[in-house]
């Protein structure tokens, strides 16, 4: 092997790193606690079911029988095969999802089935607040594949720089 990567970059260009002047440096406690935040926000999730669960389903749109939009209590829309420009984002809950609803309708020339799930607004609006907890299990996962891609990028920079010492030495 004389190159590496798509480029072809040539493995006799290759210097060194000199690792004589480098030292370990240790995070502040701030900092680790920043870190620590940062990752538990990545890992932060609803407690509880999705906004597009099926118990959440404020209607159905559809076309010739068939469902080409489902509308959430959340008002969350999900369009299935393709989507629709230009729908309002006012309000929020079931009356944006109502809203969204009667636009699409139009625009495919569909009907509204509502949902057996379907809520008003003003329960909507008078449930819990929803409750976030953090995946501890899937920051470690994240973690511990990181660690490896680390420790893989480590053992193949170690090949690269022997292949490339012994093309230089022509071995």
Excluded: C, F
């Excluded at 970059?9 to 900092?31: F, G, I, K």
């Excluded at 379907?118 to 299990?137: F, G, I, L, N």
């Amino acid at each position: 092997m004389t190159s590496i990567g798509a480029t072809g970059y040539p493995l006799h260009a290759l210097t060194p790193l000199d690792t004589s002047n480098l030292r370990r440096v240790q995070a502040s406690p701030e900092q680790m606690a920043e870190m620590k935040a940062a990752m538990e926000a990545m890992y932060r999730k609803p407690v509880g079911p999705a906004d597009n669960a099926a118990e959440n389903l404020y209607a159905e749109v559809k076309v010739n029988g068939k469902v080409v939009a489902r509308l959430y209590n959340s008002d969350v829309a999900e369009l299935l095969n393709g989507s629709i420009a230009n729908l309002t984002r006012s309000g929020s809950g079931p009356q944006l999802a109502q809203d969204r609803a009667e636009q699409i309708a139009k625009a495919l020339g569909g009907t509204i089935v509502k949902a057996p799930t379907a809520q008003t607004q003003e329960a909507w609006k008078a449930r819990p607040p929803v409750q976030w907890a953090v995946d501890y299990e899937a920051m470690e996962r994240s973690k511990t594949a990181a660690q490896r891609r680390i420790e893989q990028n480590a053992l193949i920079q170690a090949q690269l720089l022997v292949q490339a010492q012994s093309t230089e030495t022509g071995s």
